[in-house]
C-alpha cells in the first residue's frame, strides 16, 4: 500500500535552514501534485507550497522567497527547503501528494506530520 514517509524537521534557531522530504512508496504508477501543509497550534492547515508534475510551483504569501519547493520524480520524493526560518513558521508540516497507484487508482495521501520548531 502508498505510504509517505516525511524526514527533516527539527529545532532550528531564527534565521536558520531546514530541509523536509517526504517520499512516497508502494505500487506507484505516477504522482501529480505535490504540496506541504502546516498546522500550528490552535491553527488550521494550511497550505505552504505546492508543485505541480510538470514543476511548475507556488507559494503562501508568509513563504514566498524563503522558501522553495522541488521534487525528485525519479525517487518519488519532494523537499522543502525552509530559509530564514521565524518563529512563526513554528508547525507540524505534513505533505500532501495527489497519485495513482496500481492498488487503488487515484488518491491523495496525507504523510504523518514532522514537528518544525523555531527558536532560540
Known amino acids: 500500500q502508498v505510504q509517505l514517509a516525511e524526514s527533516g524537521g527539527g529545532l532550528v534557531q531564527p534565521g536558520g535552514s531546514l530541509r523536509l522530504s517526504c517520499a512516497a512508496s508502494?505500487?506507484?504508477?505516477?504522482?501529480?501534485?505535490m504540496k506541504w501543509y502546516r498546522q500550528a497550534p490552535g491553527k488550521q492547515r494550511e497550505l505552504v507550497a505546492t508543485i505541480t508534475k510538470g514543476g511548475s510551483t507556488n507559494y503562501a504569501d508568509s513563504v514566498k522567497g524563503r522558501f522553495i519547493i522541488s521534487r525528485d520524480n525519479a525517487k518519488n520524493t519532494a523537499y522543502l527547503q525552509m530559509n530564514s526560518l521565524k518563529p512563526e513558521d513554528t508547525a507540524v508540516y505534513y505533505c500532501h501528494v495527489d497519485l495513482w497507484s496500481y492498488s487503488r487508482g487515484r488518491n491523495v495521501y496525507w504523510g504523518e506530520g514532522t514537528q518544525v520548531t523555531v527558536s532560540s
Open positions: 508502494g505500487g506507484i504508477f505516477s504522482i501529480y501534485d
